[in-house]
């Protein structure tokens, strides 16, 4: 029995000491499970990192958090998030328009027809089209037109194209646009002629498919917008290109007609009654339509209204020529009877007192005119001859003379006290 207290080591856990070996494994064991610890602290932090996403400057991203679409669409830049799965972040580029060709209504063609083009492609009358590969708009007269569209469209309301589309690339947009173009081509085509949307009102007729693309687009909250909407081709069925546009240059010439005539029609009302033929052929129009009815009322009171367009200012051309120059002759003959009235009325009290007296001085008067008048050639018969012969016709030397003192008169009242006048040469 021991009576000190101290520790004795027990027997069986004495520690050896370990050879080399087994030394050198503890150490690479011991620095395996620091290495290993270092590198999965690593991992954690590159996992944590990995939403850190860099949006290009044609893109824009939204977040999708725990598969829920968050409203906010983050710019071209660097975008911190999540790691994946609890952020899923989806870029898309919606700053770059993007052309999508199709070919719905369009003639199917081969790779020989699409070398030598359109208007090179022959069809014969018994080769018809081909339901399954050869697509065609029926107008609203059963017509058949090929169409090829291009469609230019942009991404701009990203998180709306993602939430209500599903649309994680253009595939979503592109299929939704054929199909929304195709319904609202054939709906617009139904109500118009085949003439029209081949060639006479294509414009109209793409513009009012594009304006119904749009609105089906805004009313789905797509998210998407057609910006542009082209027709590079519009064509005929091939079999019947020849006869049709046979068809069209006829027309045509109709058209060019009734526009020639047209014009013609207005040269001559504006040479008639220049910028007022319009309101005086309405006039005109209104008095037969009142006339035909037979309402005297209405027929005096528009021919009151014509006649006020007849003495108006704005009456011009052959019609405000004739007016003026009956306004003016009328004001000439009225003068002419006043002035023969007043003459009149002047002589008549000396007629009834003596009218043989009244016809000598008048005759005195009218014959000093005639005499004294140097244009009148007179002709004085040589006295005591019975008979002499008169050449007919103006003597030259007479006429000389005559001319001679006309322009000594001008000059004496333009320059009194001048005599001298210009000699005529024969």
Same mark, same amino acid.
């Given at each position: 029995?021991?009576?000190? %207290?101290?520790?004795?080591?027990? *027997? ?30 690593? &991992? ?16 824009? %991203? ?30 898309? *580029? ?20 699409? $070398? ?20 065609? +708009?029926?107008?609203? @007269? ?14 701009? $309301? ?6 209500? &589309? ?5 595939? %979503?947009?592109?299929?939704? +646009? ?7 081509a054939i709906d617009v085509a139904s109500s118009m002629r085949a003439e029209d949307v081949y060639r006479r009102r294509l414009e109209e007729f793409r513009v009012a498919v594009r304006n119904r693309v749009n609105a089906d687009l805004e009313a789905l909250e797509s998210g998407v917008t057609l910006t542009d909407l082209k027709v590079p081709v519009s064509i005929v069925p091939i079999q019947v290109r020849d006869d049709f546009e046979e068809t069209q240059r006829a027309e045509n010439r109709r058209r060019t007609k009734i526009q020639e005539a047209e014009k013609e029609q207005t040269r001559i009302l504006n040479d008639a009654a220049g910028s007022a033929y319009r309101a005086v052929v309405a006039a005109l129009g209104e008095i037969e339509q009142a006339r035909l009815a037979g309402d005297e009322a209405v027929l005096t009171r528009k021919e009151a209204q014509l006649e006020q367009l007849l003495e ?6 052959? %019609? ?50 005639? +005499? ?32 001679? @003192? ?7 009242? +333009? ?10 040469? *024969?």
């Amino acid at each position: 029995m021991h009576d000190h %207290a101290h520790d004795h080591p027990h *027997p069986y856990f004495d520690e050896a000491p370990l050879d080399a070996a087994s030394q050198s494994l503890a150490d690479a064991l011991r620095a395996s499970f620091q290495i290993l610890k270092y590198l999965m602290f690593g &991992l954690v932090i590159v996992y944590l990192f990995s939403g850190v996403t860099f949006v290009q400057p044609s893109e824009k %991203a939204v977040v999708a958090r725990v598969g829920r679409i968050l409203d906010k669409v983050h710019d071209p830049g660097l975008l911190l998030a999540w790691p994946y799965p609890i952020d899923d972040v989806i870029r898309l *580029p919606v700053a770059e328009a993007k052309d999508l060709v199709i070919d719905s209504h369009m003639l199917a063609l081969s790779d020989e027809e699409k $070398k030598r083009g359109l208007t090179f492609v022959q069809r014969g009358h018994g080769r018809g089209l081909n339901p399954v590969t050869d697509g065609a +708009l029926l107008t609203g @007269d059963k017509g058949l037109v090929h169409v090829q569209w291009v469609a230019t469209y942009k991404i701009d $309301k990203l998180s709306d194209y993602i939430r209500n &589309l599903q649309g994680r690339n253009r595939e %979503a947009a592109e299929g939704l +646009l054929t199909a929304l173009v195709e319904h609202a081509a054939i709906d617009v085509a139904s109500s118009m002629r085949a003439e029209d949307v081949y060639r006479r009102r294509l414009e109209e007729f793409r513009v009012a498919v594009r304006n119904r693309v749009n609105a089906d687009l805004e009313a789905l909250e797509s998210g998407v917008t057609l910006t542009d909407l082209k027709v590079p081709v519009s064509i005929v069925p091939i079999q019947v290109r020849d006869d049709f546009e046979e068809t069209q240059r006829a027309e045509n010439r109709r058209r060019t007609k009734i526009q020639e005539a047209e014009k013609e029609q207005t040269r001559i009302l504006n040479d008639a009654a220049g910028s007022a033929y319009r309101a005086v052929v309405a006039a005109l129009g209104e008095i037969e339509q009142a006339r035909l009815a037979g309402d005297e009322a209405v027929l005096t009171r528009k021919e009151a209204q014509l006649e006020q367009l007849l003495e108006g200012e704005e009456l011009s051309g052959a %019609a405000g020529r004739m007016i003026a120059e009956a306004r003016g002759r009328s004001s000439r003959v009225v003068g002419a009877i006043e002035n023969d009235l007043r003459e009149y009325l002047a002589l008549l009290p000396e007629y009834e007192h003596n009218a043989r007296l009244l016809f000598a001085r008048k005759w005195d008067v009218t014959r000093n005119i005639i +005499l004294n008048n140097p244009e009148v050639t007179k002709i004085y018969r040589p006295a005591g001859a019975l008979q002499f012969r008169v050449k007919i016709g103006p003597d030259p030397e007479h006429e000389r003379e005559a001319e001679t @003192d006309k322009y000594k008169q001008e000059l004496e009242s +333009l320059a009194p006290g001048v005599h001298e006048a210009p000699v005529i040469v *024969p």
